[in-house]
T-cell receptor, first 115, second 117 residues
Framework: AQTVTQSQPEMSVQEAETVTLSCTYD???????LFWYKQPPSRQMILVIR??????QNATENRFSVNFQKAAKSFSLKISDSQLGDAAMYFC????????????FGTGTSLTVIP | GAVVSQHPSRVICKSGTSVKIECRSL??????MFWYRQFPKQSLMLMAT?????????EQGVEKDKFLINHASLTLSTLTVTSAHPEDSSFYIC?????????????FGEGSRLTVL
Protein backbone atom coordinates (compact mmCIF):
# COMPACT_ATOMS: atom_id res chain seq x y z
CA ALA A 1 0.00 0.00 0.00
CA GLN A 2 1.04 3.53 -0.63
CA THR A 3 2.22 5.56 2.34
CA VAL A 4 2.04 9.27 2.88
CA THR A 5 4.33 10.91 5.41
CA GLN A 6 4.01 14.30 7.00
CA SER A 7 7.03 14.80 9.21
CA GLN A 8 5.85 17.99 10.89
CA PRO A 9 3.15 17.32 13.50
CA GLU A 10 2.96 21.03 14.33
CA MET A 11 3.96 24.23 12.61
CA SER A 12 3.46 27.89 13.40
CA VAL A 13 3.68 31.03 11.31
CA GLN A 14 3.32 34.72 11.92
CA GLU A 15 0.37 36.36 10.28
CA ALA A 16 1.24 37.64 6.80
CA GLU A 17 4.32 35.42 6.61
CA THR A 18 4.92 32.34 4.49
CA VAL A 19 5.00 28.75 5.70
CA THR A 20 5.77 25.47 3.96
CA LEU A 21 4.28 22.15 5.00
CA SER A 22 6.11 19.00 3.98
CA CYS A 23 4.74 15.80 2.52
CA THR A 24 6.46 12.78 1.05
CA TYR A 25 4.91 9.64 -0.35
CA ASP A 26 5.92 6.22 -1.48
CA UNK A 27 4.57 4.65 -4.64
CA UNK A 28 5.64 2.56 -7.57
CA UNK A 29 2.98 4.04 -9.81
CA UNK A 30 3.58 6.73 -12.37
CA UNK A 31 0.09 8.14 -12.65
CA UNK A 32 -1.62 9.45 -9.55
CA UNK A 33 -3.12 12.48 -7.88
CA LEU A 34 -2.00 14.39 -4.83
CA PHE A 35 -4.12 16.60 -2.63
CA TRP A 36 -3.85 18.91 0.34
CA TYR A 37 -6.91 19.03 2.56
CA LYS A 38 -7.57 21.46 5.39
CA GLN A 39 -9.52 20.54 8.50
CA PRO A 40 -10.39 23.64 10.57
CA PRO A 41 -11.78 23.41 14.10
CA SER A 42 -15.26 23.01 12.60
CA ARG A 43 -13.90 19.61 11.50
CA GLN A 44 -15.16 19.53 7.91
CA MET A 45 -12.37 18.64 5.51
CA ILE A 46 -11.93 21.11 2.70
CA LEU A 47 -9.87 20.64 -0.45
CA VAL A 48 -7.07 23.20 -0.65
CA ILE A 49 -5.24 22.20 -3.78
CA ARG A 50 -4.67 19.22 -6.06
CA UNK A 51 -1.92 18.11 -8.40
CA UNK A 52 -1.95 15.60 -11.23
CA UNK A 53 1.30 13.66 -11.34
CA UNK A 54 1.56 13.87 -15.11
CA UNK A 55 1.66 17.65 -14.95
CA UNK A 56 5.08 19.18 -14.43
CA GLN A 57 3.72 22.58 -13.58
CA ASN A 58 3.10 23.13 -9.89
CA ALA A 59 -0.52 23.79 -8.96
CA THR A 60 -1.45 27.19 -7.55
CA GLU A 61 -4.63 28.40 -5.91
CA ASN A 62 -4.43 32.02 -4.80
CA ARG A 63 -2.15 32.08 -1.72
CA PHE A 64 -1.62 28.32 -1.83
CA SER A 65 0.94 26.65 -4.04
CA VAL A 66 2.72 23.35 -4.14
CA ASN A 67 6.25 22.24 -4.88
CA PHE A 68 5.81 18.90 -6.60
CA GLN A 69 9.01 16.94 -7.03
CA LYS A 70 8.00 13.68 -8.69
CA ALA A 71 11.40 12.04 -8.67
CA ALA A 72 11.85 12.82 -5.00
CA LYS A 73 8.22 11.91 -4.27
CA SER A 74 7.75 15.16 -2.46
CA PHE A 75 4.67 17.37 -2.41
CA SER A 76 4.99 20.39 -0.14
CA LEU A 77 2.39 23.09 0.40
CA LYS A 78 3.34 26.74 0.60
CA ILE A 79 0.96 29.20 2.19
CA SER A 80 1.78 32.82 1.45
CA ASP A 81 0.52 35.85 3.35
CA SER A 82 -0.79 33.60 6.11
CA GLN A 83 -4.11 34.58 7.63
CA LEU A 84 -5.71 33.69 10.95
CA GLY A 85 -8.27 31.63 9.09
CA ASP A 86 -5.53 29.38 7.77
CA ALA A 87 -5.11 27.84 11.22
CA ALA A 88 -6.14 24.20 10.90
CA MET A 89 -4.94 20.66 10.47
CA TYR A 90 -3.56 20.04 7.01
CA PHE A 91 -3.58 16.58 5.49
CA CYS A 92 -1.66 15.45 2.45
CA UNK A 93 -3.38 12.73 0.43
CA UNK A 94 -2.56 10.38 -2.44
CA UNK A 95 -4.86 8.64 -4.87
CA UNK A 96 -3.91 6.25 -7.61
CA UNK A 97 -5.18 7.10 -11.07
CA UNK A 98 -5.64 3.47 -11.96
CA UNK A 99 -6.10 1.19 -8.99
CA UNK A 100 -9.38 2.11 -7.40
CA UNK A 101 -10.86 4.80 -5.25
CA UNK A 102 -8.86 4.66 -2.09
CA UNK A 103 -7.20 7.77 -0.73
CA UNK A 104 -4.17 7.53 1.49
CA PHE A 105 -3.79 10.30 4.05
CA GLY A 106 -0.79 11.52 5.96
CA THR A 107 -0.91 12.00 9.71
CA GLY A 108 -1.49 15.71 9.41
CA THR A 109 0.23 18.94 10.36
CA SER A 110 -1.37 21.30 12.84
CA LEU A 111 -0.79 24.88 11.71
CA THR A 112 -1.00 27.76 14.16
CA VAL A 113 -1.12 31.32 12.88
CA ILE A 114 0.25 33.86 15.33
CA PRO A 115 -1.32 37.32 15.19
CA GLY B 1 -17.82 22.65 -5.14
CA ALA B 2 -19.89 19.57 -4.52
CA VAL B 3 -21.68 19.28 -1.20
CA VAL B 4 -21.81 16.33 1.13
CA SER B 5 -24.06 16.54 4.15
CA GLN B 6 -23.75 14.36 7.21
CA HIS B 7 -26.29 13.98 9.99
CA PRO B 8 -26.35 14.07 12.95
CA SER B 9 -23.32 16.20 13.77
CA ARG B 10 -23.36 15.08 17.39
CA VAL B 11 -24.99 12.13 19.05
CA ILE B 12 -24.87 10.79 22.58
CA CYS B 13 -26.20 7.34 23.30
CA LYS B 14 -26.24 4.75 26.01
CA SER B 15 -24.05 1.70 25.83
CA GLY B 16 -25.77 -1.14 24.00
CA THR B 17 -27.91 1.00 21.74
CA SER B 18 -27.53 1.49 18.00
CA VAL B 19 -26.86 4.75 16.23
CA LYS B 20 -27.38 5.59 12.57
CA ILE B 21 -25.41 8.26 10.75
CA GLU B 22 -26.49 9.50 7.34
CA CYS B 23 -24.32 10.80 4.55
CA ARG B 24 -25.88 12.53 1.57
CA SER B 25 -24.40 13.93 -1.59
CA LEU B 26 -26.60 16.94 -2.22
CA UNK B 27 -25.76 18.03 -5.74
CA UNK B 28 -24.14 15.06 -7.39
CA UNK B 29 -24.52 11.31 -7.62
CA UNK B 30 -21.96 9.29 -5.76
CA UNK B 31 -21.61 5.65 -6.68
CA UNK B 32 -18.92 5.33 -4.05
CA MET B 33 -18.81 6.79 -0.58
CA PHE B 34 -16.20 6.28 2.11
CA TRP B 35 -16.49 6.11 5.86
CA TYR B 36 -13.63 7.23 8.03
CA ARG B 37 -12.98 7.28 11.72
CA GLN B 38 -10.81 9.94 13.29
CA PHE B 39 -9.36 9.93 16.78
CA PRO B 40 -8.31 13.22 18.40
CA LYS B 41 -5.34 14.83 16.68
CA GLN B 42 -4.90 11.85 14.39
CA SER B 43 -5.40 11.16 10.75
CA LEU B 44 -8.40 9.62 9.09
CA MET B 45 -8.69 5.88 9.24
CA LEU B 46 -10.64 4.35 6.38
CA MET B 47 -13.26 2.00 7.73
CA ALA B 48 -15.10 0.94 4.62
CA THR B 49 -15.94 1.75 1.05
CA UNK B 50 -19.63 1.94 0.34
CA UNK B 51 -20.80 1.05 -3.14
CA UNK B 52 -24.30 1.85 -4.33
CA UNK B 53 -26.38 -1.26 -4.72
CA UNK B 54 -23.79 -3.68 -3.40
CA UNK B 55 -22.11 -4.71 -0.20
CA UNK B 56 -19.59 -2.44 1.42
CA UNK B 57 -15.92 -3.30 1.40
CA UNK B 58 -14.45 -3.19 4.89
CA GLU B 59 -10.87 -2.50 5.80
CA GLN B 60 -8.95 -5.07 7.77
CA GLY B 61 -9.78 -4.98 11.45
CA VAL B 62 -13.14 -3.27 11.03
CA GLU B 63 -16.05 -5.36 12.26
CA LYS B 64 -18.67 -5.41 9.55
CA ASP B 65 -21.34 -6.69 11.95
CA LYS B 66 -20.76 -3.76 14.27
CA PHE B 67 -20.49 -1.07 11.62
CA LEU B 68 -23.32 -1.69 9.19
CA ILE B 69 -23.15 0.26 5.98
CA ASN B 70 -25.98 0.65 3.53
CA HIS B 71 -25.75 2.54 0.25
CA ALA B 72 -29.26 2.23 -1.05
CA SER B 73 -29.22 5.14 -3.49
CA LEU B 74 -26.76 7.23 -5.44
CA THR B 75 -27.07 10.05 -2.93
CA LEU B 76 -27.32 8.33 0.44
CA SER B 77 -25.11 6.06 2.49
CA THR B 78 -25.74 5.20 6.13
CA LEU B 79 -23.45 3.92 8.86
CA THR B 80 -25.08 2.16 11.78
CA VAL B 81 -23.02 1.51 14.86
CA THR B 82 -24.72 -1.46 16.45
CA SER B 83 -24.63 -2.22 20.17
CA ALA B 84 -22.38 0.76 20.72
CA HIS B 85 -19.85 0.74 23.52
CA PRO B 86 -17.71 3.54 24.98
CA GLU B 87 -14.74 2.47 22.86
CA ASP B 88 -16.82 3.27 19.76
CA SER B 89 -16.86 6.92 20.78
CA SER B 90 -15.14 8.80 18.00
CA PHE B 91 -15.51 11.25 15.16
CA TYR B 92 -16.92 9.60 12.06
CA ILE B 93 -16.56 11.25 8.68
CA CYS B 94 -18.11 10.30 5.38
CA UNK B 95 -16.92 11.35 1.98
CA UNK B 96 -18.03 10.94 -1.57
CA UNK B 97 -15.97 10.87 -4.67
CA UNK B 98 -17.04 13.16 -7.44
CA UNK B 99 -16.65 10.98 -10.48
CA UNK B 100 -17.38 13.75 -12.93
CA UNK B 101 -13.96 15.30 -12.73
CA UNK B 102 -10.67 13.82 -13.82
CA UNK B 103 -9.11 13.85 -10.41
CA UNK B 104 -11.99 12.22 -8.59
CA UNK B 105 -11.40 14.33 -5.55
CA UNK B 106 -13.17 13.57 -2.32
CA UNK B 107 -15.80 15.82 -0.78
CA PHE B 108 -16.33 15.41 2.90
CA GLY B 109 -19.28 15.61 5.19
CA GLU B 110 -19.20 17.71 8.33
CA GLY B 111 -18.49 14.70 10.50
CA SER B 112 -20.44 13.11 13.34
CA ARG B 113 -19.17 13.01 16.88
CA LEU B 114 -20.43 9.91 18.66
CA THR B 115 -20.26 9.69 22.43
CA VAL B 116 -21.28 6.41 24.03
CA LEU B 117 -21.97 6.61 27.73
Amino acid sequence: AQTVTQSQPEMSVQEAETVTLSCTYDTSESDYYLFWYKQPPSRQMILVIRQEAYKQQNATENRFSVNFQKAAKSFSLKISDSQLGDAAMYFCAYRSASTGNQFYFGTGTSLTVIP
Amino acid sequence: GAVVSQHPSRVICKSGTSVKIECRSLDFQATTMFWYRQFPKQSLMLMATSNEGSKATYEQGVEKDKFLINHASLTLSTLTVTSAHPEDSSFYICSARFSGGDTGELFFGEGSRLTVL
